[in-house]
């Protein structure tokens, strides 16, 4: 998977159908005019190797869902299974223990191969549930998987693949390098003059990752107290540069911070660039 897209945009997918199921979610209530209805999710394991539990970015994308779903929508889930898991699962889990709540915990529960179907049936009407996981629902044509109704996932085509056709901007006009030396960060400074500006940034390190994140700094407010935008994470740019942007609501000094403060060996070579676009009404 991350050879056909990067971390940030799994991320980005996540907040997606988590919104997504957010709107269906008040849809029913309108419809019902029951405030207590909740989505019931069900994890399937099958196929999850301990290479994939292991591995550092599916642990970081773990925790950043994790902590997006407990902070914007945790009272719209009844119940979490988690079905088939091997051994090996209960090291992630033991992890996300460490970042969720405990009324969010009392809702998971793990299961192998055994015992869910009867669990899942308990809180999922037969007539809805697939019937490859215990229920009664097949496709048209009698498929017990629901091939119309679930995506199975499975292996991706190479030719979705974006690592052997990398774009890359360092030798674009326009585009600075910046060195940013082993357990240190270094800040870029962009100044914003007008309220409701956007601020747009294109960046890529040469090879690792690099944390990045966006405070601001007002003048005359606050005795000039940094404020943070965008919360600091670690970024990838291996399949591609990471781009954004941001609508500045004050303006003042924006400041792009490229931190490597946790890498003790390495330093990261960054190119980079951004604009400022005033807002259409300046006066």
């Given at each position: 998977?991350f050879?056909?897209c ?8 996540v ?8 709107a ?8 019902s005019?029951?405030?207590n ?11 999850l ?9 599916n642990?970081?994308?773990?925790l950043?869902?994790?902590g997006?779903?407990?902070?914007n ?9 988690v ?6 699962f209960?090291?992630?889990f033991?992890?996300l223990?460490l ?8 809702k ?18 037969d007539e ?7 229920g009664k ?10 091939r ?14 974006l690592?052997?056709?990398k ?11 910046l ?6 960060s ?7 003059l ?6 747009m ?13 966006i ?6 407010q ?8 965008i919360?600091k994470?670690?970024i ?13 609501h ?23 660039k ?9 006066d």
């Amino acid at each position: 998977l991350f050879k056909s897209c990067s971390a940030s945009d799994i991320l980005k997918y996540v907040t997606y159908r988590l919104e997504e199921d957010s709107a269906i979610l008040c849809q029913q209530r309108q419809k019902s005019e029951r405030l207590n209805i909740q989505f019931v999710y069900v994890y399937d394991c099958d196929r999850l190797t301990f290479q994939a539990v292991t591995n550092k970015t599916n642990i970081q994308i773990c925790l950043q869902s994790a902590g997006t779903f407990q902070d914007n929508f945790p009272e719209f889930v009844k119940a979490i299974y988690v079905i088939n898991a091997p051994a090996y699962f209960t090291y992630i889990f033991s992890i996300l223990k460490l970042v969720i709540t405990r009324g969010l915990i009392r809702k998971i529960q793990v299961f192998g191969t055994d015992g869910w179907k009867e669990k899942l049936l308990e809180n999922i009407d037969d007539e809805v549930l697939p019937a490859f996981l215990g229920g009664k629902r097949t496709d048209p044509d009698g498929n017990p998987l629901c091939r119309s109704l679930i995506c199975p996932g499975g292996k991706i085509p190479e030719r979705y693949f974006l690592s052997s056709n990398k774009s890359t901007i360092r030798n674009l006009q326009g585009v600075k390098r910046l060195e940013v030396s082993r357990h240190s960060s270094t800040d870029v400074v962009i100044d914003v003059l007008h309220p409701s500006s956007v601020l747009m940034w294109e960046f890529e390190t040469k090879d690792r990752d690099i944390g990045f994140g966006i405070n601001c700094k007002i003048p005359d407010q606050n005795d000039g107290e940094i404020i943070e935008l965008i919360p600091k994470k670690r970024i990838d740019t291996s399949n591609g540069p990471e781009t954004g942007t941001y609508v500045c609501h004050n303006a003042g000094s924006h400041i792009l911070l490229f931190d490597n403060s946790y890498s003790w060996l390495h330093s990261k070579e960054i190119y980079y660039k951004t604009k400022v676009i005033p807002p259409t009404n300046t006066d």
